[in-house]
């Protein structure tokens, strides 16, 4: 017996956010499946996209604290945490 290569979800959604997502799918050729896994595809790429916002913005906050304007400076605090003299 072969397994099902899908899972089924079931959701409740407000009468008017359900229309909506008829219309969404009529108007896309999609079903509303189709439609259900782009919209999870897209989210996902929002979450990394704001992941990397915070991490970049991360990044910036030490680079100022530690004063960093360029990959010299990088290399000089690299060495400098390795012990090594120039």
């Keep these: 017996m072969m397994s099902r290569t899908t899972k089924t979800m ?3 959604l407000p009468p008017q956010v359900y229309e909506e997502v008829e219309k969404l799918a009529r108007e896309e050729n999609k079903t509303k499946s189709e ?21 970049k913005r991360a990044g910036d906050d030490t680079a100022t604290r530690l004063q960093i304007t360029s990959e010299a400076d990088i290399e000089r605090i690299v060495h400098e945490a390795r012990g090594i003299r120039e």
């Design 10 to 12: 079931t959701v409740s």
């Design 35 to 55: 439609l259900f896994r782009e919209m999870v595809r897209v989210y996902e790429e929002y979450l990394d996209e704001r992941r990397w916002r915070r991490l």
